[in-house]
């Protein structure tokens, strides 16, 4: 009756979110105090006071609310290309800069822009579950890779291999969600010079996306290496959600390498594809309330406090894991093999966490640090019984 | 190298956007004081002090630049469904309502939802242009209904011939863009017997989107028929661009009638399109923005009085045309077939102008008068001189 797609999609859903109303109603039954949520990346911190200020600076602007060129203003566009130029020493400049409602928007613009139907993604495992959907909804096909077991960088041989005269593009998301891994520069240079042959093998362009929403929250001084200056063919998706905790304003960019053949014509077809999915433009008193606002970084020093606090607590419950390198998410090692039912088990102890699962790797489970340091303080106790019952302690 | 579809259609891309550039030009060169622009549907008045004192009151509300759920804000989805109910005198709770980033996101929300590949959207000439780049997009197939030629209202006995067992549904859009007409509730309440007799003919539901973005803006006292009291397989999409002067902030709802068959079903699968098609949350601090501000329209009275201007200039200038009813909106006759060719031959005194083949309509051209009213004043002699050219005066 409705769309044979959407009605099957629907109960599958997505598990972040499913465990996410688990927690609230956990809470309403125990107490937001006793329940321990870690399941969604929702920034904890309140915006800056130079970001709400300059909301009510905007607010009455004449003209502000008003409809502007589909990419966006003019000034924006400039100041994002002035500051990934900066960045990145790449030369970029406004006529790059497409201005979108967040990441998830721009992947989505930049997919419809790039796929003909059957042609391949790469996506490299552990990701972000939408990435599938994404792919699939502009009738691409997600082909994917796993990162290396024990630190979750590229695994370049086996991406290379993945490599096939479908690929039309690499997708990575570095600082990562779900692992908190910054990718290395070793590991994107030997990526940069293998993709480079393959493209020369197969006769056409193999075009990186770098969804880089996390790219400024990274601690104990992790570098996150500029996947633009690495890869000449490199699309650049980034949102405000993270950085200036805005995560319901969706607000950000996509900005094309310009060494990309026909770079122009890639933007114009960007602004249509924009158009058709019915996005018009980015929510036009956030484009100037970022503008204003790039080198501002919401919460940086209470995510570092709160991973080291969380990683402390987890491995002294018992628990395997990485230390936090970036992003404000934790990966560790489920100790069975179910990383599901090891979730529920949790649940007992009002720990809600999400499965490695969830996220194309088995085995594992992801937990959000963006909570208050109160919540991850009062949930040592929870994690020490949780670490006694499958025998960690 | 791209996506062969993207690549075809730059250099399509829209009609009304191109003039408006073109007006730019002439503004640049000429003064922008001796360009008469009636391109873009981009409200002229500012938003009202009550809808910017609400964007400083929300700025910094603690959690308030979060993500919620998909849907939106629980108790901006209540006002919503009250304020709909009280309109349309249909039961909506809350639990109808999808918060959506503007009607354009909506209509793709919907259609994605609704349609499986080859199935039919009735689409009613003249029509907004990119309504069959969103049917398209999710793999339907527009069925274009001419209406009626002289009052463009819906031509019942076409609609229904036109119906066949692929149709899905139909797309009104009242008040028209682009004719500023008013369907008439004789016209809708025919359309709905006869499409309830097709229903019971295919054995499936034939669902009605109306796209409502100009409902509260109607002159002289010309009522809005409630299509979800007519229609009982009705799905509204509305948006604050047009009624509070937001278009740039892309906020808007859609609302489904709870009658529908699996209405719940409907809404889940909406928000996991929602999700799909990157749109994650309607813009947050906005959601509150509006549902404060549900019975404010923004510059109507002025409206009302600007197209009542023209409508006199141009009549006296010598061009065929209705009387404003809706949206601010004329669609005059063309004084020559070649519509394309006519609204060149404007440019030389300084009118941009769209044509109706722009809206599925040739022989007709399109008037946006949400500009301002001096705008309209100082056209008046350009008009005049078109007149004469033609041989209307």
């Known amino acids: 009756m409705f ?30 105090e006793n329940v321990y949520d870690f399941t969604l990346g929702n920034p904890d911190p309140e915006a800056d006071p130079e970001v709400t200020a300059a909301i009510k600076k905007y607010a009455d602007e004449p003209g502000i609310h008003k409809y502007m060129p589909n990419a966006g203003y003019k000034d924006v566009r400039e100041k994002i290309a002035a500051y990934m130029k900066e960045q990145n020493g790449v030369d970029y400049t406004f006529e790059n800069v497409l201005m979108i409602a967040g990441a998830a928007a721009g992947l989505n613009v930049v997919l419809k822009s790039l796929l003909n139907p059957g042609e391949n993604v790469i996506v490299i495992a552990p990701y972000f579950v939408e990435y599938l959907s994404y792919i699939r909804n502009h009738r691409g096909v997600p082909n994917i890779v796993k ?8 695994d370049v041989d086996a991406v290379v291999n993945a490599i096939n005269s479908e690929t039309k593009a690499i997708l990575l998301n570095s600082p990562n969600n779900p692992t908190g891994v910054v990718y290395s520069e070793e590991a994107l240079r030997a990526l940069a010079e293998a993709v480079a042959k393959k493209e020369e093998e197969y006769g056409h362009e193999i075009y990186v996306l770098s969804d880089e929403p996390y790219i400024k ?19 650049v998706v980034n ?31 960007m602004i249509i594809c924009a158009r058709t999915l019915g996005y018009v433009n980015a929510p036009s008193l956030f484009q100037k309330v970022i503008a204003d606002n790039l080198d501002l970084t919401t919460g940086l020093e209470s995510y570092a406090e709160r991973g080291e606090l969380l990683y402390n607590i987890i ?5 395997e894991c990485l230390k936090p390198q970036g992003a404000f998410y934790l990966f560790p090692k489920a100790p069975i093999e179910d990383d599901r039912a090891f979730c529920k088990a949790a649940l007992k102890y009002n720990l809600i966490l999400v499965s490695g699962s969830g996220f194309g790797c088995p085995g594992y489970f992801r937990l959000a640090y963006c909570v208050s340091k109160e919540t991850i303080l009062r949930s040592k106790n929870a994690w020490m019984e949780l670490g006694k019952e499958f025998g960690l302690i």
């Open 239 to 269: 949102s405000f959600s993270k950085s200036l905790a805005l995560p319901g304003e969706r607000i950000g960019y996509i900005i094309v390498n310009p060494a990309i053949k026909d770079a122009d014509i890639l933007m114009q077809g």
């Open 315 to 319: 491995t002294e419950a018992g628990f």
């Open 147 to 154: 990162a290396k077991a024990d630190s979750f960088d590229i």
């Open 3 to 32: 769309s044979e797609e959407m009605v099957k999609s629907v109960g599958g859903g997505s598990e972040i979110r499913a465990m996410f109303e688990q927690g609230a109603k956990l809470a309403a039954q125990f107490g937001a």
């Open 217 to 235: 929250l990274t601690y104990s001084g992790v570098k996150v290496p500029s996947i633009p200056s690495i890869f000449r063919n490199s699309i």
